[in-house]
């Protein structure tokens, strides 16, 4: 992300609303909506199994719990999709962490500031918040 | 200016080799969409039987034209080097699919004829073997993640505008559904197992739009090279002609 290029093509290139992480944003979203409709496709065919998992869920709060639920049950198939999707989501978090340390490194310096790295930046982390408002919805929230 | 054959070859040798990967695996060998992990032996035994044929000669053909990933890596590398980034970028990415090609074409390849050479062994060795084929298939994706996420890195820092930003993001995509395919290692069946909704058929679904994506790309950036060092020129208009003859070249 080097500064004086990216100014020069910002010059050229800058829209607002970044259409670059926006492609990301659609993208990932289709692939999310796959997964969502395997998991509300396996959950119609199992439902009883399904009620009965989300109603330990509530139970299992806690680092511990959840570390003794993965410790005992990792491999009972209808918990299979709340480690995957949780999982998955915690693997986007990770990445936010680094896109969060460098919307700050670019906010640090005033010289460094380049408005489309943070709106870029701005647009993955709330994706990542968007992607886990429809997870907690499916795996807590849904009757 | 119209030095560009090189890069032709490379390129089409991508698009060949990838619509023949696609029919020698779907079609001849019928080894994708993969069967069901959770066979009996009796039901593997089968399996072999009925693609005996397909697989000899699916698989002899694979073997053949299997070092031409080579000269796809190659190009792909190509972009890496054309990009302002440091060449070790160009480098990883040619070790790690250089890998690549070993499990996720040659070894299953030869497992699978292995197999299909003697179809009268012992059940419970053709179901060894098929284990051990649809897993070393699976066990690229990590190869295929960590490519990625080098591509990824190089589109993000270049400065010569080789590729557009988004690719770069896209790239992330794809390494984010290879590491999706590592709960096959554990699940049997269901939408996890190496045939399952999620292990297999999304991942697949943006594989194929990933490499549809790069090889659009790629004849882009044929197109717009001047072989300089700088920032890569935009092409004058869409879907028009470039230098002279490079369309054409371009079929």
């Keep these: 992300m080097s500064e004086s290029s990216e100014e020069r093509v910002e010059a050229d290139r800058f829209v607002p609303r970044q259409p670059d992480m926006w492609a990301f944003v659609l993208f990932e979203a289709l692939v999310f909506t796959g997964y969502f409709l395997v998991y509300v496709v396996r959950r119609s065919q199992n439902l009883d199994l399904f009620l009965s998992s989300q109603a330990h869920l509530d139970l299992r709060v806690g680092v511990f719990h959840t570390l003794v639920l993965l410790a005992s049950s990792w491999s009972v198939a209808r918990f299979s999709f709340y480690y995957f999707l949780t999982a998955l989501h915690f693997l986007h978090l990770l990445i936010g962490f680094g896109v969060l340390g460098i919307a700050v490194h670019?906010?640090?310096?005033?010289?460094?500031?380049?408005?489309?790295?943070?709106?870029?930046c701005a647009t993955y982390w709330h994706t990542v918040d968007f992607l886990w408002v429809m997870i907690f919805a499916l795996l807590y929230v849904m009757r | 200016m119209n030095d560009k054959r090189e890069l032709w070859i490379?390129?089409?040798?991508?698009?060949?080799?990838?619509?023949?990967?696609?029919?020698?695996?779907?079609?001849?060998?019928?080894?994708?969409?993969?069967?069901?992990?959770?066979?009996?032996?009796?039901e593997i035994g089968q399996w072999f039987a009925d693609r005996h044929y397909g697989l000899l000669y699916g698989y002899a053909f694979v073997s053949i034209v299997g070092g031409a990933t080579a000269v796809m890596n190659a190009t792909l590398a190509y972009s890496m080097r054309r990009m302002s980034v440091s060449r070790a970028f160009a480098y990883a990415y040619l070790v790690i699919y250089a890998l690549a090609t070993l499990p996720g074409m040659l070894i299953m390849g030869v497992v699978c004829t292995v197999g299909a050479m003697r179809p009268d062994r012992n059940p419970e060795i053709m179901s060894w073997l098929y284990d051990f084929a649809f897993l070393s298939f699976e066990g690229t994706m990590g190869v295929f993640l960590i490519g990625s996420l080098v591509w990824m890195v190089a589109v993000i820092l270049d400065e010569n505008r080789v590729f557009p930003r988004w690719f770069g993001y896209l790239n992330l995509c794809n390494a984010l559904t290879e590491v999706v395919v590592a709960p096959a290692w554990i699940f049997k069946s269901g939408a996890f197992a190496w045939d399952g909704a999620i292990a297999w058929w999304i991942n697949m679904g943006v594989f194929v739009t990933y490499t549809t994506v790069f090889l659009t790309l790629l004849r882009r950036l044929i197109l717009r090279e001047d072989f300089g060092t700088g920032p890569l020129p935009d092409l004058a208009t869409d879907g028009a002609p470039g230098p002279s003859g490079v369309v054409k070249a371009a079929g």
């Excluded at chain 2, 698009?15 to 009796?42: D, E, H, M, S």
């Design chain 1, 106 to 120: 670019q906010l640090w310096s005033p010289a460094r500031r380049s408005q489309q790295a943070i709106e870029t």
């Design chain 2, 10 to 42: 490379g390129w089409w040798t991508l698009v060949v080799f990838y619509n023949l990967y696609g029919l020698l695996f779907f079609v001849v060998t019928r080894t994708q969409p993969p069967p069901q992990p959770t066979l009996a032996p009796a």
